[in-house]
Structure formats: C-alpha cells, structure tokens
C-alpha cells in the first residue's frame, strides 16, 4: 500500500514537472491561472500598476525566477510573457479547430445521419453548410495574434504583417485587413 | 498598455557587441531622422558612436553634428566615389580603434558601395572584428523608393543577416492614410522576395519635426525642456509628442527584436 503511495506522489511529482515546468516563476504560473480574471479586473484601464500588485503577490509568496519577491519591472515583463503564451495556445487551438472543421467538411459522409450523432435534433448538416474555413485561418498555424490581434513578429515576414497592422489601426481599417498580402509570398512561393 | 510605460522598461543593455549600420535610400526619406535617434539613444546609454555622412547632397547628420566637435560627424573629401570609397576604409578603421560603433549615412550611394566592394567587402570585414553589420533600407510610400532599396538589396554589395525595412508614415501625402499610401509597396514584385530578409518597421510621423529642428535641440534635450539655439523650449505638448514618438519606437525595437541589433 506505501509502495502505490510512493508511486501516487512520483506520478504527481512527474505531472507536476511536466505541467509547470521549473524555468517558469511561481508568479508566472499564478498569473497563467489568474489572466482572464485580471483582465477582467483591468475592464477598459490599459495599464496595470505594478508597483501596487506587487506586495500582493509578495503576499501570496509568489515569486520572480530567481526566487525573490516580484518588482514592478519583473512583474509586467511575466506579464508580458504570459499574454503571450496565452495567446499561442489560443491560435493553436484555433488552428486545430480549423482544422477539424476542415476535414469535417471534407467528409463525404458529413450529411448522412449516421454522423449525426445520438443528440442531434437539429436540421440536417445538408440545410446549414459549414463553410471552409478561409486562408486566414489556416494560415493562423504559422503565426499566432496577442489578445489586441496583433501578430507576434517572430520572423521578418511576420514584422512585415506588424507594420501593416500599425498602419491599419492608425488608418482606422480592421486590425487584420489586408495581411494576406503581406505573407502571400511565403504561401505561395 | 500605455506607450509611456514603455520607456521605463527598456533599458540599454550595458555591453554589446559594436554595430556598422548603413543606411542606403535615396534623400528625404526620412534615414538622418532614424540615424539621429540611434546615435543619441546610443550616446545616452554610454555607447561611442561615429558618424559617417556621406550625403554631402543633403548632409543632415553633419548639420546636426558639426564636423570637428569632438563627437563630430565625419564627412568625406567630396562626392567622388574614389574619395567616399577612401573615407569609409578610413571610418571602418576608426570604428575598429575606437571599440565603438559607426553610423554610415550614405544616401543615395549605392555606386559608392559597388566601388568600395571591390575593395574590401563590409560585412566580411566586421565579421573579421567580431562586428555586426546593420543594413537600414529608408523608403517613403513612393514605389520609387523602394525600388531604389530593392535595387541596392539585390545587388548584395552589403547583405547582412540583420537587415531592417523601414517605411517612414511622415512622407505619406496629406489626404492618403498609412495603409493605402503603403499599399502599393506590397504590390511590387520585389517585395515578396524582400521580405524575407529584412524585418520591417513603420516609422510614424512626429508632428513637431519641424519645430526641433530648427530649435537645434536633440530628441532628449527637447523632452528634458533644454532651451533650443533660439533660447526657447518646446512647449509642453510638443515635449509630449517627441516623448511619445520616442517611445513608439522605443517599443517597436523591443516587438520586432531588433534592440539588440542596434548601436
């Protein structure tokens, strides 16, 4: 029985390692769980007072990676770093949805009502067509967008796409007007 | 988040390794403007900067800073390209003496590139010194701009790793926004192939350009509230407007991971 204890409390260790792994702070991590709460908290005041927060998070014992209490500059940098992965899960997860919906719509047997489902009781697929998912979204795959809908420039391409993008808000035009033609040349060579 | 919280968290990095930026593009379009933030964010964070003007066409930096002060942009003899080819071997010289970095405006001259590559190939010579070499592509709205940029790209007399496209919003035409006026780039069939190379980046407009210049203060003097050559300060929303401006950019080096690329 201490034995499948042992085991239990490695598994857990193993988990642990694996969901939160160690190069990332423990403020990191508390603002991973806490970021739609705290963007909901901010509502329409663009900037966070740090230097307010961080006693809180001293508080809570939550830390910077080097083990020390969180600085105003630490703490907007995590946050920063945060966001940002926040935002490339949700653009790979649009681009599995993407796919999924594009290999749903290339079955041919989407419409028979074996597909369906034992809890369908809408019309048939037949009646509401999904359509394919646009070059847009496909394309989100290579690049992923920060909460705003900028891209986050990791190449020289995706610069390019930023600079549009600038130009774009500053031209009142939607934030992603126009970026295809920016990374056409990288689609199709 | 505010642009003026940006400034506060960009510091310079208290080494790096010495940086030969060029800048090709043809004449007011907006590269002395770049060139001058680069050196005075340089200068500002301790790091020795020489200037190079080799625009005698239309020698902003050296206006700016006047040759012969001790912190003096150097210019060449004159426009003939033996003589610019000459003072570039003798500034990349200095460069390597002094430890610093070497800012080169060079205007329009890409002749004086392909003469001096004959001679001695740049971005070879840095790497002999453990330098980075910088190419600074300056374009306005207009296709010829980029043409003339893409020309000098192609011809590779400075092909370099670290490469920044920078389209400059100031010259877009009264009654044209930013994007339309750009619109016509993306359409060149050159561009496919540039962008790929070089990172790219807007320069926004500063409304009070004119004003500072001719207050002869830099962009830091100004936001500190120094008196200008007239003895006068810009005012409080003009200080405002530079701050900000510097601080866009300040922010977009940081997106676009370039600061480091930076003297």
């Known amino acids: 029985m201490s034995f499948m204890t042992a085991e239990m409390k490695i598994r857990e260790s193993i988990r642990g390692h694996l969901a939160r792994p160690k190069e990332r702070s423990s403020l990191f991590w508390w603002l991973v769980e806490n970021h739609q709460w705290l963007l909901e908290q901010r509502g329409l005041h663009k900037r966070i007072m740090w230097a307010a927060l961080c006693p809180e998070f001293a508080a809570l014992g939550l830390t910077d990676r080097t083990g020390k209490p969180p600085n105003p500059k630490s703490a907007k940098l995590t946050w920063e770093r945060v966001c940002k992965e926040k935002a490339r899960i949700e653009a790979r997860q649009a681009a599995a949805d993407a796919e999924r919906a594009v290999k749903a719509a290339s079955n ?20 509401v067509p999904q359509p394919p998912p646009s070059e847009g979204e ?27 993008q600038e130009r774009n808000l500053r031209s009142s035009r939607p934030i992603k007007d126009g970026i295809e033609r920016v990374i056409r040349s990288k689609e199709k060579p | 988040m505010n642009i003026h919280s940006f400034e506060e968290a960009t510091e310079p990095a208290a080494a790096r390794t010495s940086v030969l930026a060029v800048r090709h593009g043809r004449g007011r379009t907006g590269g002395s403007t770049f060139l001058d933030l680069l050196i005075q964010r340089a200068r500002r964070a301790g790091r020795s900067v020489i200037i190079g003007d080799g625009d005698r066409g239309n020698a902003t930096l050296a206006n700016l800073y006047p040759p012969g002060d001790k912190f003096g942009a150097v210019q060449p003899r004159s426009d003939d390209i033996a003589d610019v080819s000459d003072w570039i071997t003798s500034l990349s010289g200095e460069m390597v003496e002094s430890g610093g970095s070497l800012v080169l405006d060079l205007g329009g001259g890409d002749r004086v590139l392909s003469e001096h590559s004959r001679a001695m190939a ?21 296709a010829e701009d ?7 790209f192609k011809a ?13 919003e100031a010259l877009v035409r009264a009654g044209k926004n930013a994007s339309g006026a750009f619109d016509q780039i993306l359409d060149h069939p050159g561009y496919p192939e540039m962008i790929e190379s070089v990172r790219q980046m807007s320069m926004p407009r500063l409304e009070c350009m004119s004003v500072l210049r001719a207050s002869g203060l830099s962009f830091f003097d100004a936001i500190e509230n120094k008196h200008g050559v007239d003895g006068k300060r810009l005012n409080l929303g003009q200080q405002f407007q530079v701050r900000t401006w510097i601080n866009q950019m300040e922010k977009k080096f940081v997106t676009l991971g370039i600061e480091e690329w930076l003297p």
């Open chain 2, 122 to 142: 740049l971005p070879d010579f840095c790497e002999a010194f453990g330098w980075q070499p910088l190419a600074i592509y300056m374009i306005g709205p207009d």
């Open chain 2, 156 to 168: 590779g007399y400075f092909k370099t790793e670290r490469a920044i496209l920078i389209m400059n």
């Open chain 1, 108 to 127: 041919p047997r989407r419409n028979m009502p074996s597909q369906f489902g034992a809890k369908y009781n809408g019309p048939p697929l037949a009646v």
């Open chain 2, 146 to 152: 980029f043409e003339h940029v893409f020309k000098i």
């Open chain 1, 138 to 164: 496909l394309w989100m795959g290579k690049y992923w967008f920060d909460e705003a809908g900028m891209i986050v420039v990791i190449d020289n391409p995706s610069s390019g796409v930023y600079a549009h």
